[in-house]
């Protein structure tokens, strides 16, 4: 079956940047894209935008354009989202999904990431 | 920006039927999906393709796309229904787009 495994929660300084990797398996990585979506505390689900893992092209929602990288390592089947000039309002749970129009999203675990001086 | 509107809560009754709705323009014409969130859980797809539902999932969950609104209904409502409920759809081959979410509560 489809599972999305993240790596751990993460504690940073306003400033800094965050790396979080989804490692896919279940299925044939490079045939879906990524999608990262965050939570902040009390909102709703934001999306941060997605990634091919064939192609590797990206699209990013203006808000985080200068900000987010998204990238893929097809050899290990993992997607990473790195966020740059963290501020408190960062501060969220990240979750990777696999894209899929048709069936609906298959969900990672969320990671918190905690951005405090 | 497309958009997607949902009512902020919707109670219910123990046993009695939820509707949640999800509207946006010409959205019978896209396909909707819906995910349940609770507390320190990951989402969960619930209904998927307007009205399908994955293995798993109650038939007490179904849903409905036409015009300009969508519909997740729930019957026989349990305690353990009581959540966070998103629709999502996929705009322009581009654009993951969420709906800002409703909360059930179960009286």
């Known amino acids: 079956q489809v599972q999305l495994v993240q790596s751990g929660a993460e504690v940073k300084k306003p400033g800094a940047s965050v790396k979080v990797a989804c490692k896919a398996s279940g299925y044939t990585f490079t045939n879906y894209g990524i999608g990262w979506v965050r939570q902040a505390p009390g909102q709703g689900l934001e999306s941060m935008g997605w990634i091919s893992a064939w192609t590797g092209n990206t699209h990013y929602v203006q808000k985080f354009q200068d900000r987010v990288t998204m990238t893929t390592d097809a050899s290990t089947n993992t997607a990473y989202m790195e966020l740059r000039s963290l501020r408190s309002d960062d501060t969220a749970v990240y979750y990777c999904?696999?894209?899929?129009?048709?069936?609906?999203?298959?969900w990672g675990q969320g990671t918190l990431v905690t951005v405090s001086s | 920006s497309y958009e997607l509107t949902q009512p902020l809560s919707v109670s219910v009754a123990l046993g009695q039927t939820a509707k949640i709705s999800c509207g946006g323009a010409n959205l019978g014409s896209k396909n909707v999906h819906w995910y349940q969130l609770k507390p320190g859980q990951a989402p969960i797809l619930v209904i998927y393709g307007d009205s399908k539902r994955p293995s798993g999932i109650p038939e007490r969950f179904s849903g409905s796309n036409s015009g300009n609104t969508a519909t997740l209904m729930i019957t026989t409502t349990q305690a353990g229904d009581e959540a966070d409920y998103y629709c999502q759809v996929w705009v322009g081959g581009t654009d993951l787009v969420f709906g800002t979410g409703t909360k059930v509560l179960v009286l």
């Open positions: 999904a696999r894209l899929d129009d048709d069936d609906g999203l298959s």
